[in-house]
């Protein structure tokens, strides 16, 4: 009996023991569950991120299933990448050629152009020497017939200098028997460019006002005259003066007409 108590007592102290340690547990149980919780919210968080970040590589896995696989599949994923990398060369090049077409074009435009206005330049230096030298030719007196001379042979060509020495004498001669004078006024004057380049025709108009001892009474006529006009150097020179087609000449045109012959059988008058 004794024995028995004995150990029925013992097993009852193991067994409050035992429950005493289960008490104590417990609260450390209750304790761990809100930092369990816890952490399962911190993990929760972090999956929806990770859900997030691969949302889009989900959605370009999900196309590049979808595609055909095997090698029309490659070709069919390559396809579009090759068209836009050749449709970028195709405007690249496009534009790179409409830029050489461009440029090109503007520098025959420009060489046009300039071309235009050194042709314009040459013409206008011409048509002024041409009306300049014209007015030397109308203008002279039988007061002074040498500076008429000096003035019409300055300046030109050798080959239309040599006319006026050659004629000097007989021109002069003229002059001072009908005792001839002129003045000009320059109406236009029309320049055209010879075949070869570096020489010009110019057609000048002028009126040319005219008295002598015949004719006192100053006359206007209308004359045209030829100048042909050389580049020499970097200039332009006078290189031929002369009646156009239709007009005289304008000393010619100061002459006085000769006097009739006398009749056969007749003394001449007595003067």
Same mark, same amino acid.
């Given at each position: ?15 409050? +023991? ?71 060369? %195709? ?60 003035? %019409? ?20 001669? +003229? ?47 209308? +004359? ?16 031929? +003066? ?6 005289? #000449? #304008? ?6 007409? #000769? ?7 007749? #003394?001449?008058?007595?003067?």
């Amino acid at each position: 009996m004794t024995s028995r108590r004995g150990k029925e007592g013992t097993d009852m102290t193991d067994a409050a +023991i035992s429950d005493e340690k289960v008490s104590d547990t417990e609260p450390e149980d209750a304790q761990a569950e809100p930092a369990a919780d816890g952490d399962g919210n911190g993990a929760a968080a972090a999956t929806d991120d990770s859900a997030g970040d691969t949302a889009g590589d989900a959605a370009d896995d999900a196309a590049e299933d979808a595609r055909p696989k095997g090698p029309l599949g490659r070709v069919w994923s390559r396809r579009p990448r090759r068209l836009t990398r050749w449709a970028t060369a %195709v405007l690249v090049v496009a534009a790179l050629a409409g830029a050489v077409v461009g440029y090109t074009k503007y520098q025959q435009v420009s060489g046009q152009l300039a071309a235009l206005r050194r042709d314009n330049a040459d013409r206008d230096a011409a048509a002024r020497l041409a009306r300049d030298y014209a007015l030397k030719s109308l203008t002279y007196s039988f007061e002074d017939p040498d500076a008429f001379f000096r003035s %019409v042979e300055d300046g030109v060509s050798q080959q239309l200098k040599d006319k006026y020495v050659n004629a000097t004498d007989v021109l002069k001669s +003229i002059m001072l028997q009908a005792q001839v004078t002129s003045s000009g006024e320059v109406l236009a004057t029309d320049a055209v460019a010879q075949p070869g380049g570096g020489s010009y025709q110019v057609v000048v108009s002028a009126h040319q006002t005219t008295r002598n001892l015949q004719n006192p009474t100053p006359k206007v006529s209308i +004359i045209l005259l030829q100048v042909t006009v050389n580049r020499a150097g970097s200039g332009w020179q006078v290189g031929d +003066i002369g009646p156009k087609t239709g007009s005289h #000449p #304008p000393v010619e045109q100061q002459l006085p007409p #000769p006097e009739p012959l006398p009749a056969p059988g007749k #003394p001449a008058p007595t003067r």
